[in-house]
């Protein structure tokens, strides 16, 4: 489904508009025109990522013309499918350095999966497939596609090595944001090892200085503009000292 000239929403679950398996992640591709990437490749169940390659034909756009898979954070609905995605397709694997050497393990115990197959958030016999990483990213490094300029801000508090991405050079600035903040200034708390109030507040301060007009997040509601609102609600709650209302 194309958003704008830049950016489609190939695939999403139940916390998303159905275009993929049930627990997929908000699915991203951009687009520059000469060069594609895929933004978290979500879950990886048995045959959901052939939906995700089906939902970027019927779209136009060619999947082996994708260049770049770049990861937010290391929780199963957005990486599950990455070893998937790296095996089928021509692509450079990007994630944070911090989270890189889990991904590449396939960590179950530090990306909580084991808490989350307890919680029967998924399913007990799901495993994640151990993933390469090509590229470690820190803050201020910045990823090309085509014209589009993606810049990496580290954004812990969802969990630790969790990335977001202002995204320039496009019809708008968009920040690519993950689980760092939703529609109305939610977030996510789950009661996981690295889920932590003090740094959600600290990255939500870091990105309040930088304007955008697109909140594209990783599940519900995107904001194709005026999504900078939402943020400032997450922000204007940790200045109370409180914490900004949860999402689950
Ligand atoms: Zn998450």
Redesign the pocket.
């Given at each position: 489904m194309q958003l704008t000239s830049d950016l489609h929403v190939v695939g999403g679950g139940y916390f998303g508009f159905g275009l993929s398996g049930h627990l997929d992640?908000h699915v991203y591709v951009l687009n520059s025109g000469s060069e594609l990437a895929l933004i978290d490749p979500g879950m990886g169940m048995p045959g959901d990522f052939d939906t995700i390659l089906d939902n970027i034909s019927a779209d136009g756009l060619d999947p082996l013309k994708l260049r770049k898979l770049i990861l937010t954070?290391y929780?199963c609905?957005?990486i599950g499918a990455a070893a998937e995605a790296q095996r089928r397709l021509d692509v450079e694997v990007y994630a944070s350095a911090f989270a890189a050497p889990f991904i590449r393990a396939g960590d179950e115990k530090a990306v909580a999966l084991d808490v989350a197959k307890a919680a029967n958030f998924y399913p007990a016999e799901y495993t994640l497939p151990p993933c390469p990483v090509d590229v470690e990213l820190a803050e201020g490094d910045s990823i090309a596609v085509g014209n589009l300029q993606l810049e990496t801000f580290e954004t812990p508090g969802?969990?630790d090595g969790?990335l977001s991405f202002l995204m320039r050079g496009g019809d708008r600035v968009y920040l690519l944001g993950?689980?760092l903040v939703f529609w109305g200034g939610k977030v996510?708390w789950q009661n996981i090892h690295d889920c932590r109030i003090d740094a959600y507040a600290d990255s939500m301060f870091k990105l309040e200085n930088q304007d955008f007009d697109a909140l594209i997040p990783?599940h519900l509601q995107i904001s194709l503009s005026g999504g900078k609102a939402h943020l400032d609600a997450a922000c204007a709650a940790f200045r109370q000292l409180g914490i900004p209302p949860n999402l689950l």
């Open positions: 992640c954070h929780h609905d957005h969802h969990c969790h993950a689980d996510v990783g």
